[in-house]
């Protein structure tokens, strides 16, 4: 009996280890300040990964809809677009949202982002399963995350 708790012990150990070492790290999650009128938002966060891994969507309680995105200069003009087949991820190659790159997308904004408040988001990772985080709100227009 002994002997068999401890190979279980072991068994959600190893399980526990290799979660982490397969996992990716959602840090630097920010958002910006939107205007009362504003119907759409975005939030930026850096995700590092342990082993190759695909971002496929977000969701947010406090828009209808979370999209991955990318802007990109065209003849230009900033446009953006969803980002087709979710984001890869490889490892020892963060990727660093930011405004003007890629972001998460949020559609149908049901309240004004408020200025040093806390956006509850979700990250879905084709390996890595969601993964939450929770996005602090800078001021309107700021073009890197509030110091701490
Ligand atoms: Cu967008």
Redesign the pocket.
């Known amino acids: 009996m002994r002997l068999m708790l401890s190979a279980l012990v072991l068994a959600a150990l190893s399980t526990a280890a290799l979660a982490q070492s397969t996992g990716v790290a959602v840090t630097q999650a920010w958002s910006r300040a939107s205007t009362p009128a504003a119907k759409t938002g975005?939030i930026y966060v850096t995700v590092t990964a342990g082993g190759p891994d695909r971002l496929t969507g977000a969701s947010t309680p406090v828009a209808e809809t979370a999209e991955v995105?990318q802007?990109k200069m065209t003849n230009g003009v900033m446009e953006?677009r969803p980002v087709e087949g979710g984001l890869a991820v490889t490892p020892g190659t963060p990727i660093h949202m930011a405004p003007g790159g890629y972001?998460i997308?949020l559609l149908g904004l049901k309240q004004p982002l408020q200025q040093g408040s806390h956006v509850p988001l979700t990250l879905n990772f084709e390996h890595a399963g969601a993964v939450n985080v929770e996005a602090v709100v800078a001021g309107p227009g700021a073009s890197e995350p509030p110091r701490p």
């Open positions: 975005a995105h802007s953006m972001h997308m």
